[in-house]
């Protein structure tokens, strides 16, 4: 029989240590739970592209007034997972991304709307009734025998009745506006018993531009608010995003073959830096999980940490400043000569702008 002090029993204690977590894990992940529910998500899509038709009335045009109202349909899809009772509202903002584009008018405009169809009515009554009545009975000794009776009741009744209707309340299911001095417009969406987020939705906006304006873009952010779960359980507290997506939309005038193919090169050449973007991402991760071996202090660093998350972002919002940053040195040169092709069709655009 092995002592305290001996080795062997040492390496049996030492050996028992490290298998108890082990076990502990596999006991742990066997014990029945109720399944919790996939929490909802939100994914988004717009078109690249979109044709702008003009419709400026001819009292602008003969105001003398230097511009023209172009109106831009976008078509917006969204795609939900999971429980989509736990989706509250859906944002979407359209901006300008530069000087050329006012927003004149949009739609859908600010809706309510209520579950019940036509008016409510409501009816109330009101009743006083009255009632008296007397009674006489009497008896005179040995001369006189009497007796007698009389009475008397008097009744009334009266019965009001009043009708009347009210309007139903009334949910706000979507809300609209301006943003950015009217240079942007933005859409809430909230889901109701009559219509669902989910699907494709028309945006439609109306640009006042100058009369020379041929093509430009536009910046359309979407974002998803829901109810997030806590400790697997949803709470109507527990809001937060559940979904978010930025995208570039080029806009030309309809008929106009020069601005279309404009607005097509620059659809095509970001198409391509995002999919050098895509390659690039996925050897940034592959150098990062290389090195948690030899680092276990970065254990939980999926991130090249000389390459910001939002790199990408940043290039195509500002290529000529991305160029400036240290961190493109650790960009491949199949991504820098996508961004220098980008950068050019983002500038030969520009020249349509009027």
Known sequence: MDRPG?????????RSLLTCPVAFIVVFSGVGLPPVAAEVAVNFDVSYLVSCREVTPDTLWTSGVHQKLVEADFQISTLIRGKADDLVECLIRIESLG?????????????????????????????????????????HDQLVDLSGNASSSRGKRDSEKFQYELQPPLELVAASGTTGRGTGVYFKLRPSTQSSLEGGQQFKVVFLVSRSWRADSVGVVCEAL?????????????L?????????VALHLAGDESAKRAAEKLVFTERRLRASADVQRREIKNRSQGALVRHF??????VDPKVPDNWLDQMID?????????????????????ASHYEQAKSDLSGFRG
């Open 6 to 14: 001996n080795p062997s029993c040492s390496k049996i204690r030492f």
């Open 99 to 139: 000087e050329g584009l006012q927003v004149a008018d949009y739609h859908p405009r600010t809706t309510l709307i209520s579950d019940v169809a036509g008016k409510i009515g409501v009816e109330r009554s009101r009743e006083n009734s009255f009632n008296m009545g007397i009674g006489l009975n009497g008896k």
């Open 226 to 238: 829901g109810r997030r779960q806590a400790a697997g359980f949803v709470s109507p507290e527990s």
């Open 240 to 248: 937060g995003a559940v979904g978010r997506a930025k995208f570039r």
């Open 297 to 302: 202090s970065r254990v939980f660093s999926v």
């Open 318 to 338: 500002n290529p000529a400043r991305t160029r400036q940053q240290s961190y493109v040195q650790h960009l491949s040169q199949e991504v820098l000569e996508a």
